[in-house]
Structure formats: C-alpha cells, structure tokens
C-alpha cells in the first residue's frame, strides 16, 4: 500500500498546483463533446421488446411473423378518417395524392394501401422504409422519417374533414422519445435545483453547493455524449440508461464531493492553510472515493455478463459515467476548491476552532454504545420488512410503449381504435406457418380460428377472413385471391374494377392482407384476452396458456410452427429473463465487491458482514416498497427492473458509504480504543453519510416525481416504481444500517474486524478523548469497590471492548 500512500498526495499536489490548467482542460473537453457528438436521447430505444435475445419465444414468434412485414423495412402506419362520415370521392382523390407524396419522402421504399374501415370512414396506408433494423441508428433514422413523413401530410392538400395521422408502434415510439428527452432533461434539472438547496443548508454557504454540483453536471454533459456517440458506432443502450445516468451521477458525484469538501473543511477547522488541507484531505479521502468508484464501476460491469440486453446494455454507459465522476472528483473538485479557497465556505466559518458536529452522527454514537440491542432491534425490524419481500409480485414492463396524449401518434392510434378495432386494440397475436397457401387450403385457416374463438382464454379472434368485421368464407377467400390476386398488393383503385355487390367484400379481403404473408404461408389472428388487458399482471401470468392454445390451433390446421407475439408475450419473457439474470449477476457482483472491499479494509473479515448488510438492505428495502405499493397503494405488482435495480445500487452505492466510515473508523483505531475509534468517525463523518444518503435519495425521488409526467402509463409506473424504490432503499441504508447496525457490528467484533493486517494486534498509543468515554468510568478498576468493579465490566462490555488491568484505563 506505499504506493497508495504516495500516489494520493501527488494527484492532490498536482490538483492544487495545476488547478487552472485542470479547469480550463475540463472546460474544453465539454465543449468539445457537446459541439461535436450527438445526444443521448437522440439515440436511445423505448421499445423493451427489441432487447430481447432471439432465443426468447416470443422474439422466436416475431421472427415467425416477419413474412407478414417486408423483409429489412421498417413500417409506419397512416390512417387517414373523415370526421362524422364516410370517405368521399375527393376524401378517396386526396389518399391517393397524400401516398404518391409519402411515397417520395427521402428512403421510402414503397407505400401499401392497408384497406379501408368497414364504416367506410378511414383508410389505412402502410409505408415502408428501408432503415437499420436496431441500435442508435436505427432510432435516429426512425425519428427521422416520421418526421418526413408528418412534413409531407401536412403539406399535401385535402379536404377540410379528412383527417390524416402517422400511428402504430414506430411512430409511438418516436414520440415517446422525444418527451423522454424533454422528461430527462426536467429530471436533470431539478435534480440539480433538489441537491443545491440541499446542500446549502447542510454547508450554510452559498458558494459550496455550487462547487459541489458542477463536476457532476460537467460529467453528465461529457458522459452521455460519449455514450451516444458509442451507440451510433453500434453500442446497444436503452432509454432507461439515460434517466439512470443522470440521476447515478449526480447522486455519486455529490457523495464524492461531499466525502472531500467536509473532510477540507474539517482540516482548515483543525488549523490547516487552504492549499494544505486540500492535499491532505485528497489523501486521506481520494483512496475512499477511487474504492467506492471502483466498487460501483465492478457492479456495472457485471452487468455484461446478463442475457437481457436492457441490463447489458447499462453497463458500458453507467460504467463510463462513473470512471469520468472519479477522475472529475479527484482532479476538477479540488482545483476548484484551490481557487476559490477559504470563500468556497462563505459565510460559514472555517478558523480554527470554529463549526459543531451534526446531530445524527453523536447520535449515532451514542446510540452504538448498546451495540447488542442496536443490532438485534435492527435485525428484527429489517429481518421483518425482508419477509413481506417474499409476496413481491413482477408486473408490466413490456411490449410497445404508449404514445404520450395530444401528441401525432396518439391521434393517429385513436383513429385506429375507432375505426380499425382488430388491429388497433393491443393485441395479442396468434402467428401460424401454413403447409399450403391460406387461399388453397382456407378449410385450415378455418379450423385455426374455431379452436380460438373456441378457446375460453379469448374474447375476441380476428384473422384473414374477418379482417375489417365483414366475414368471409373459404370459399370466398379462394374466389377473391382467384380474381384479384394476393391481397397485399391491392390498391384502392383496384376497387374501380369491383362490382358494387361485391364492394364490401372485396374490402375485407384487401384488409386481409395484414394478417396473410405474400406467400400464403403465414398467418396470424389479432386475439382479446379473458385475463384483461395484455398490460396486466394477469394476462402475463395467462402466457404459457395462450401458448398451449395457439400450439392445439396449430394442430387443428396442420400448420408446421405457431408462435404468440403482443405486449403479454413479451412481458412474460422479459420478467423470466430478468429472474434468470438476477441469479447469475448479483453472485458475481457480489463476488467482485467482497474482493475490492478486502482490498480497501485490509481485512477479510469485514468484507463479510459489509456484504452481509446489504442483502439484508436490499430484501428489507424491497419489502418495503411491496409493502407501499402493493399492500396500500393496491398495485397487482412490481416492475419487473426493480429488484435488479435495488440491489445493483444499493450493493454498489451502499459500500460508499461503508467505505467511509470504514476507513475513517480503521484511521482513529491507530490511536483510539475501537470503541472510541467508532465514536470518533461516526461524530465526524455521520453528516457527511447523512447528507450524501439525503442527496442521493433525494435525486431518485425527483426521479420519482417528474418522471411520472413522462409518456406513456407502462413507463410512468416503471420509473416511479424505481425512483421511490430506490430513494426508500437508501434512506434505511443510510440512515439505519450504514451509522447504527454496522459500528454495532464493529464494535462487537472488536479488533477481529481488521485480521489479518498489523492493525488487528495493534493496541492505541494514546488514551482515549475522555469526551468521549463512558460516563462515570473509574479511573482503575484495581483501586475500586468490588461493585464499582463490576459497573465498569458491564460499562465497558457495553462497548464492545475489555479493560486493559495493565494500563489503569481500557
């Protein structure tokens, strides 16, 4: 450890020394990125269904279904309606302008008529667009063409009646991007306004707060600029990564800020020059913060190990995140303090001698005095919340994202509700592959969609012959195809050559040609569910069901393969995914952070009942969470990232705190009895812990709160569920397990906590401040009564440690 003993001081020196030049690189290299590299939000993907791994069944069933889409284009709906009526002549006229208009907009490939409604009032066109299939590309060009596309309805003319929007799930998906961005940027924000007025009464200065944000703030600009110029060059990162971000970087950043601003200003208080007690603070903290980013940068990293590609994906844009805070907290933070100085305070005091210990971390130390009834109320109350962690239930979080109200795509979906029911209404999808052409064997098609309608787990079943609500016969089918050739291809000016008694029919063959491939061969049927909404928690519990349905429908129609797609599907293969990551992730993460906490204690006992702390933080804090919003806020459940989300940060994030007061514990035992020691840290570093567990809380709940104004009711309960999972979470690890069940626990353990380092044997050179010894400890046991004797056994016991006869004084 010489090396840390040296490296620290020197990037202290340096930062002191070069604080200018440091302030001025930092300065360049953001506005660099900023000028130069694209956003995040600009590159990010809301819809969960595409991180799933191919070997998902219902990623299996989508691959099923892509006959029913062109092979490598993207397909954006247009429904066009007339407002209290049905489509007239120019109403018909203006469609076909409006698709030779669509059809020019820049990567179009071609633009299908879908089939008008069987009112009679809408028509659907389908536009197909050669685009990149996935990734930060793929999103950008997306945004793109919707936004051609909505360019070229606006300035095509029609009459005053008609209607005409973009819909369905890729331009919901667009605009549910671009309020995330606007709900990423108002998190940003007001977690910025949240941490300045906290820190501003914690540090009864104007001028700190400031110096404490800003490398934060920097580090967020740089770090998602860097992240998506990585995704446009094919790194995979989903829309939750750049909420996480920003919330994981200014709570860490501010921890880190604060871990070194008290620990300068407790230096300056203690009679050091500014310049001084910046580089002397640097050492004695800068190894705190590298342990507790290295610690954080571990568990991301695991995060590479997990099949789901939404937890995968976290780990590269968090991870860097994180690297960047570290090398902004040991470098830009204390070149700012040396340029500000003494004024970083202002008004508040730092001459020696001056400032007061905070409330909690006395109390805290006076608390930790009975450590054996602190830690077994501690038990029994966390061990209770743990228990009610068992009835956690996961709920929806899959499948395509609604589009945020008042925006083009919620009209446009509105419009396909209305008039389009079958294919607008979220279903769930029954796909089959035909041995034979649908229109040479429809007796199969047939059977299929009786075994359905049949089936109690259905409410509704529409296919290829009841494709708009008028339904047709096999025979029919045949006879259509026979006269008009495959659905798929028909326009509305192939219906010129209809006659009149055939109109209707004709009609709900061409809209048929959603639900049968170009080939014949693949079909699908757009299913209700009796379970509810396919959102629900029981609709996601009714999927292996569904599936066992569509395999007998197979069967019924001699179909080669079947498969289930829709939201319900998905969920169900995201929530079984996750439980899967979740069991191979966290042993790993685990295993990692017992290493590096080994390393930073110098021990391996501790590392122990630190982990150990955690998983009992983690289990009591999901409880709790159950307990609020499933127990008394009704929910039928969880979202299914929560569980891995909390223990991701609270094991990573926790040991923050561990570290410090670990550390600061470890550094008064070289001069201090052990119970002294933990005395001593906790009255100075319980402000420190209490006001970084405040800010980091107080960043998930902003998180909480403006992120549920954000698009769509899927992720408004996502991001609620976490935000106030996770500020719940760290409030109790903060304020609970961190300053009062682990000093109890290193108290009892006394000095086996350090084995097998010297620190272990070693015994204080000094006696211990009688400010803080026990009340009314006799000055040696030798010269008392024996029931003063017996007092002081007990006393002392109490504290964790025994009478030193030797010395007169414990």
């Given at each position: 450890?010489?090396?840390?003993?040296?490296?620290?001081?020197?990037?202290?020196?340096?930062?002191?020394?070069?604080?200018?030049?440091?302030?001025?690189?930092?300065?360049?290299?953001t506005?660099?990125a900023?000028?130069?590299?694209?956003?995040?939000?600009?590159?990010?993907?809301?819809?969960?269904?595409?991180?799933?791994?191919?070997?998902?069944?219902?990623?299996?069933?989508?691959q099923?279904?892509?006959?029913l889409?062109?092979?490598?284009?993207?397909?954006?709906?247009?429904?066009?309606?007339?407002?209290?009526g049905?489509?007239?002549?120019?109403?018909?006229?203006?469609?076909?302008?409006?698709?030779?208009?669509?059809?020019?907009?820049?990567?179009?490939?071609?633009?299908?008529?879908?089939?008008?409604?069987?009112?009679?009032?809408a028509?659907?066109?389908?536009?197909?667009?050669?685009?990149?299939?996935?990734?930060?590309?793929?999103?950008?060009?997306?945004?793109?063409?919707?936004?051609s596309l909505?360019?070229a309805?606006?300035?095509?003319?029609?009459?005053?009646?008609?209607?005409?929007?973009?819909?369905?799930?890729v331009?919901?998906?667009?605009?549910?991007n671009?309020?995330s961005?606007?709900?990423?940027?108002?998190?940003?924000?007001?977690?910025?306004i949240?941490?300045?007025?906290?820190?501003?009464?914690?540090?009864?200065?104007?001028?700190?707060?400031?110096?404490?944000?800003?490398?934060?703030?920097v580090v967020?600009?740089?770090?998602?600029?860097?992240?998506?110029?990585a995704?446009?060059?094919?790194?995979?990162?989903?829309?939750?990564?750049s909420?996480?971000?920003?919330?994981?970087?200014?709570?860490?950043?501010?921890?880190y800020?604060?871990?070194?601003?008290?620990?300068?200003r407790?230096?300056?208080?203690?009679?050091?020059?500014?310049?001084?007690?910046?580089?002397?603070?640097?050492?004695?903290v800068?190894?705190?913060?590298?342990?507790?980013?290295?610690?954080?940068?571990?568990?991301?990293?695991?995060?590479?190990?997990?099949?789901f590609?939404?937890?995968?994906?976290?780990?590269?844009?968090?991870?860097?995140?994180?690297?960047?805070?570290?090398i902004?907290?040991?470098?830009?933070?204390?070149?700012?303090?040396?340029?500000?100085?003494?004024?970083a305070?202002?008004?508040?005091?730092?001459?020696?001698?001056?400032?007061?210990?905070?409330?909690?971390?006395?109390?805290c130390?006076?608390?930790?005095?009975?450590?054996?009834?602190?830690?077994?109320?501690?038990?029994?109350?966390?061990?209770?919340?743990?228990?009610?962690?068992?009835?956690?239930?996961?709920?929806?979080?899959?499948?395509?994202?609604?589009?945020?109200?008042?925006?083009?795509?919620?009209?446009?979906?509105?419009?396909?509700?209305?008039?389009?029911?079958?294919?607008?209404?979220?279903?769930?999808?029954?796909?089959?592959?035909l041995?034979?052409?649908?229109w040479?064997?429809?007796?199969?098609?047939?059977?299929?969609?009786?075994?359905?309608?049949a089936?109690?787990?259905?409410?509704?079943?529409?296919?290829?012959?009841?494709?708009?609500?008028?339904?047709?016969?096999?025979?029919?089918?045949?006879?259509?195809?026979?006269?008009?050739?495959?659905?798929?291809?028909?326009t509305?000016?192939?219906?010129a050559?209809?006659?009149?008694?055939?109109?209707?029919?004709?009609?709900?063959?061409?809209?048929?040609?959603?639900?049968?491939?170009?080939?014949?061969?693949?079909?699908?049927?757009?299913?209700?569910?009796?379970?509810g909404?396919p959102?629900?928690?029981?609709?996601?519990?009714a999927?292996?069901?569904?599936?066992?349905?569509?395999?007998?429908?197979?069967?019924?129609?001699?179909?080669?393969?079947?498969?289930?797609t829709?939201?319900?599907?998905?969920?169900?293969?995201?929530?079984?995914?996750?439980?899967?990551?979740?069991?191979?992730?966290?042993?790993?993460?685990?295993a990692?952070?017992?290493?590096?906490?080994?390393?930073?204690m110098?021990?391996?006992?501790?590392p122990?009942?630190?982990?150990?702390?955690?998983?009992?933080?983690?289990?009591?804090?999901?409880?709790?969470?159950?307990?609020?919003?499933?127990?008394?806020?009704?929910?039928?459940?969880l979202?299914?990232i929560?569980?891995?989300?909390?223990?991701?940060?609270l094991?990573?994030?926790?040991?923050?705190?561990n570290i410090?007061?670990?550390?600061?514990?470890?550094?008064?035992?070289?001069?201090?009895?052990?119970?002294?020691?933990?005395?001593r840290?906790?009255?100075?570093?319980?402000?420190t812990?209490?006001?970084?567990?405040?800010?980091?809380?107080?960043t998930?709940?902003?998180?909480?709160?403006?992120?549920?104004?954000?698009?769509?009711?899927?992720?408004?309960?996502?991001?609620?569920?976490?935000?106030?999972?996770?500020?719940?979470?760290?409030?109790?690890?903060?304020?609970?397990?961190?300053?009062?069940?682990?000093?109890?626990?290193?108290?009892?353990?006394?000095?086996?906590?350090?084995?097998?380092?010297?620190?272990?044997?070693l015994?204080?050179?000094?006696?211990?401040?009688?400010?803080?010894?026990?009340?009314?400890?006799?000055?040696?046991?030798?010269?008392?009564?024996?029931?003063?004797?017996?007092?002081?056994y007990?006393?002392?016991?109490?504290?964790?440690i025994?009478?030193?006869?030797?010395?007169?004084?414990?």
């Amino acid at each position: 450890m010489a090396f840390v003993r040296m490296f620290f001081p020197a990037v202290g020196r340096l930062a002191v020394r070069f604080r200018w030049a440091i302030v001025l690189a930092w300065v360049a290299g953001t506005a660099a990125a900023m000028l130069l590299l694209p956003s995040l939000s600009d590159v990010t993907q809301s819809d969960n269904t595409s991180f799933l791994p191919t070997s998902a069944p219902s990623e299996q069933a989508a691959q099923l279904a892509s006959p029913l889409q062109e092979a490598s284009l993207t397909a954006v709906t247009v429904v066009a309606a007339r407002a209290g009526g049905v489509l007239t002549g120019a109403d018909q006229a203006a469609i076909a302008r409006l698709s030779g208009a669509l059809a020019q907009v820049p990567k179009v490939a071609s633009v299908r008529d879908a089939g008008q409604s069987s009112d009679g009032q809408a028509e659907q066109l389908t536009v197909l667009a050669a685009l990149a299939q996935s990734g930060g590309l793929a999103t950008s060009q997306q945004a793109s063409l919707v936004a051609s596309l909505r360019e070229a309805i606006r300035t095509t003319p029609r009459p005053a009646r008609l209607a005409a929007y973009t819909a369905g799930p890729v331009a919901t998906r667009v605009d549910t991007n671009a309020t995330s961005s606007k709900t990423g940027s108002q998190v940003q924000w007001f977690s910025i306004i949240f941490v300045i007025a906290l820190l501003i009464t914690v540090f009864r200065s104007a001028l700190a707060p400031l110096i404490a944000v800003l490398p934060a703030l920097v580090v967020v600009l740089v770090a998602e600029r860097l992240t998506a110029e990585a995704a446009v060059h094919g790194l995979g990162v989903s829309q939750i990564a750049s909420l996480l971000l920003i919330v994981l970087v200014l709570g860490a950043g501010t921890d880190y800020a604060l871990f070194l601003m008290f620990r300068v200003r407790e230096e300056m208080r203690a009679g050091l020059a500014c310049h001084e007690a910046i580089v002397l603070s640097v050492a004695r903290v800068g190894e705190t913060i590298t342990f507790s980013a290295g610690i954080l940068i571990a568990a991301l990293l695991s995060l590479i190990t997990a099949a789901f590609s939404l937890y995968s994906g976290l780990a590269a844009p968090l991870a860097i995140a994180i690297g960047l805070m570290l090398i902004a907290g040991l470098t830009l933070l204390p070149a700012l303090l040396a340029i500000f100085g003494v004024a970083a305070f202002w008004p508040s005091s730092v001459r020696p001698g001056a400032g007061r210990a905070g409330w909690w971390g006395p109390t805290c130390a006076r608390i930790v005095r009975r450590p054996v009834a602190t830690l077994v109320a501690g038990l029994v109350v966390f061990g209770g919340l743990a228990l009610v962690s068992f009835s956690y239930l996961a709920s929806g979080f899959g499948g395509a994202a609604t589009a945020p109200a008042g925006s083009d795509s919620a009209l446009g979906n509105a419009l396909l509700t209305a008039h389009f029911p079958q294919s607008a209404a979220n279903p769930t999808v029954i796909v089959l592959r035909l041995r034979k052409p649908a229109w040479a064997d429809g007796t199969a098609v047939a059977a299929a969609e009786r075994q359905l309608a049949a089936d109690p787990q259905f409410t509704t079943v529409s296919g290829p012959f009841d494709a708009n609500g008028t339904t047709l016969t096999a025979t029919q089918y045949a006879a259509l195809h026979a006269a008009y050739g495959p659905a798929r291809a028909l326009t509305e000016a192939d219906a010129a050559r209809v006659p009149p008694a055939q109109l209707a029919a004709y009609q709900a063959y061409r809209a048929s040609g959603s639900y049968v491939s170009a080939d014949g061969h693949t079909i699908s049927f757009a299913t209700g569910l009796a379970a509810g909404s396919p959102a629900s928690t029981a609709a996601e519990e009714a999927v292996p069901a569904i599936r066992a349905d569509a395999a007998r429908a197979a069967q019924a129609a001699g179909a080669s393969a079947s498969g289930v797609t829709g939201q319900a599907a998905f969920t169900y293969d995201v929530a079984q995914l996750s439980d899967s990551d979740l069991r191979t992730v966290i042993p790993i993460a685990i295993a990692v952070i017992a290493v590096l906490l080994a390393l930073v204690m110098r021990s391996l006992v501790a590392p122990l009942y630190l982990i150990a702390s955690v998983v009992l933080s983690y289990f009591s804090a999901l409880g709790l969470t159950v307990l609020v919003f499933v127990n008394i806020a009704g929910q039928p459940g969880l979202t299914f990232i929560l569980p891995f989300l909390l223990f991701m940060f609270l094991l990573a994030l926790g040991e923050d705190y561990n570290i410090l007061v670990m550390t600061r514990i470890r550094e008064e035992a070289h001069r201090l009895p052990l119970a002294e020691a933990v005395s001593r840290a906790l009255s100075v570093t319980g402000t420190t812990v209490t006001s970084a567990g405040l800010v980091l809380a107080g960043t998930f709940g902003v998180l909480a709160i403006v992120g549920s104004g954000s698009a769509g009711q899927q992720n408004v309960r996502t991001i609620v569920d976490v935000g106030v999972g996770l500020a719940l979470g760290v409030l109790m690890d903060t304020f609970l397990v961190r300053t009062l069940l682990v000093p109890s626990a290193v108290v009892l353990i006394g000095r086996w906590n350090w084995w097998p380092s010297r620190l272990c044997r070693l015994r204080p050179a000094i006696a211990p401040d009688a400010a803080v010894m026990p009340p009314s400890a006799p000055d040696h046991p030798a010269a008392a009564t024996p029931l003063q004797r017996i007092s002081y056994y007990l006393r002392w016991a109490s504290w964790g440690i025994s009478p030193n006869l030797t010395r007169g004084k414990p």
